[in-house]
């Protein structure tokens, strides 16, 4: 099966918006747009080398996101025509002209599978996403939670940098949130389509409601003055680089003793989040059947943790 021409792909940090604008466009009658997607990408080497195909198809059947998409693994692909063959599979599933998927990182690897890929990149102030990203426990404080959003960025300017002007398009979360329709129109005259209001269809098939004004800028009355100078020393130039207004505070700066405390604190606290929402004894479990290589006690272990997880996401 020959490679999907021009697959689009929606990529941006975690809790950047993405769920969001996939799920409008994926409402689309012509564009079918499937779920987090790292799948294609995760078991790729740092060198660019595939993974072995058995174990991947192994690693497959055992990866969350991948459940959720439900597709079919066939056994006679190898690796290039595989995570082709998913796309193709949610493009005939959708009966849908245009087809992609999310993916929030490694995005320059994209192109060395599909080389005439569009590209969607969502982006949101960093201190929301800092926040977002340390409520949700995947970082104990807001100065380490901010990495994620920076690395992101990081990865967006090298990917991007190598694309055809005319293959991406940067959309800003705010404005999709106060300004949905000029956006939307915007994203489908990009990918060639026209706009439909199907797309606002997603708030009655989805937990995900109309787009709220109240979800931007959570930071200026959710955080304290301390919590906002901490990310501004971290992301400041890059926020004010994106067009967003720092706070007005006292720009401070982060000796090297404080930056290791926080990541000791960021690491103890992200541990005992785990313990709360999993419990202690399957937290100690997973940690040691991963540090054992214990790798058959892992997985059975990580389903348990993924039914956790699957019912704590919105």
Known sequence: ?????????????????TTLLRLMLDHHPKIALNLESMYILSQISSDGKYPEMARYREWLRNNRSFQHSHFHIDERLDFVELVNDFLNQKKLRDNKEIVGATIHYRYRLLQTIWPQAKYIYIYRDGRDVA??????GWAGNLYLAAEWWLRAENEWDVAHANI???RWIEVR????????????????SFLGVEYSEKIFDYANQST???????????????????????????????LLHR????????????SSQSKKYLYLQSRVRAF????????AMLTLQETLARRLGLRRLHLNIAKRIDRIIDANLK
Request: charge should be positive; charged fraction near 25%; hydrophobic fraction near 30%.
């Open 1 to 17: 099966m020959p490679l999907i021409d021009r697959p689009v792909f929606l990529v941006g940090s975690v809790r950047s918006g």
């Open 131 to 136: 926040n977002s990203i340390m409520r949700m």
């Open 164 to 166: 055809d002007n005319n």
């Open 173 to 188: 979360y705010e404005d999709l949130i106060n300004d949905s329709r000029t956006q939307l129109e915007k994203i489908c």
């Open 208 to 238: 995900y409601s109309a787009p709220d004004a109240n979800l931007c800028y959570q930071w200026k009355t959710g955080l304290s003055k301390r919590d906002i100078q901490q990310l501004e020393a971290k992301l400041g130039e890059r």
């Open 243 to 254: 067009g967003y207004e720092l706070s007005g505070y006292p720009r401070i700066s982060i």
């Open 272 to 279: 005992l989040f785990r313990i709360n929402r999993y419990g």
